[in-house]
């Protein structure tokens, strides 16, 4: 907790420019949490986070209602930003996905090519290919968006949805590597992300239930960050239909403890967990001994660095 904070604390005021040693200091891989909440408007942004490599702005991981607010507070340069993943298509997800697009092409210098990942579709939820398409695409609700401020392309990859889907790599290139595993939550098809760069590992566990853990325990081993979502409270507290699409509090700690993670960051929150932070805490800590943090809005998150600050 301790060691956590403290990286918590210098990359804050690494957002300041006086902080002269602090932005000397830009390690690898950075995590910003764009937003924390979700799906209930209570003053958090929707889930979204950006991944930062080198100090530079390069991965959306979901695009949550609030992450085009909170960009803007920031000051991000999205200039290289060019890699989008989805864990999945549910509005506190992805609502804000076409304002994030708006944003990025107003500042280009040139064409935008995009490459974007998310789950396949099944039942009421489309393929994130198709749901790129109907938002940006030829008859889609903002096709002039494709060539508002910078024509854009779309490379757009369905990631695989059955909980016995094998692991697998999606990017690899220039020491950044993204790998990927199916999810359950309830009848919205999930995944989660492993990003890797330089050493530092984070894993982003989306929403899930518990019948997915033994995945994400396998995607997550030895990273340095698990950004676990924490949307209910041990049972019977939360509304039971909620287990059937988050992980409680007593099972993220198993599945930090199972696998081997070195800090744990839970987000997407919802008002009842925060109100009940210690207990939480005190749940995951019956398994986990690892540092654990609550995320906020613009909080700005160095990996890798939480075993040696
Ligand atoms: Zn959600």
Redesign the pocket.
């Known amino acids: 907790m301790k060691t956590l904070l403290l990286g918590i604390t210098l990359f804050v005021s690494a957002l300041f420019p006086t902080c002269a040693r602090c932005a000397a200091a830009n390690p690898a891989l950075e995590v910003v949490v764009l937003g924390s909440g979700?799906?209930r408007p209570f003053g958090r942004g929707?889930?979204s986070f950006i991944v930062l490599l080198d100090g530079t702005p390069r991965i959306l991981v979901d695009a949550?209602p609030g992450a085009f607010l909170r960009i803007g507070e920031l000051g991000l340069d999205l200039d290289n930003v060019d890699t989008v993943l989805l864990t999945?298509l549910?509005i506190?997800?992805s609502g804000d996905l076409a304002a994030f697009f708006n944003a990025r092409a107003l500042s280009a210098d040139g064409p935008i090519v995009y490459r974007i990942f998310g789950p396949d579709g099944a039942g009421q939820f489309p393929k994130t290919s198709r749901f790129v398409d109907l938002l940006v695409g030829q008859g889609g609700a903002f096709e002039y968006q494709k060539t508002f401020g910078a024509d854009e392309s779309f490379t757009v990859r369905d990631l695989p949805i059955a909980l016995d889907s094998p692991r697998s790599k999606i990017v690899d290139e220039k020491g950044l590597v993204v790998e990927e595993i199916a999810t359950h939550?309830g009848d919205c098809p999930s995944v989660a992300y492993r990003i890797s760069y330089k050493n530092a590992v984070v894993v982003f566990s989306?929403?899930m239930d518990a019948s997915a853990l033994p995945n994400l325990a396998q995607l997550a081993k030895s990273a340095d960050l698990l950004i676990f979502?924490c949307?209910v409270l041990d049972p019977p507290a939360s509304p039971s239909q909620l287990y059937d699409l988050h992980t409680p509090p007593k099972k993220i700690g198993e599945a930090a403890r199972d696998s081997g993670v070195k800090s744990l960051l839970l987000s997407?929150l919802a008002p009842d967990v925060l109100s009940r932070d210690d207990a939480v805490r005190k749940s995951i800590r019956a398994s986990y001994a690892g540092p654990v943090a609550f995320a906020s809005d613009k909080l700005r998150v160095p990996v890798g660095r939480q075993a040696t600050e």
């Open positions: 979700g799906p929707g889930s949550g999945h549910h506190d997800h939550h989306g929403d979502n949307a997407h």
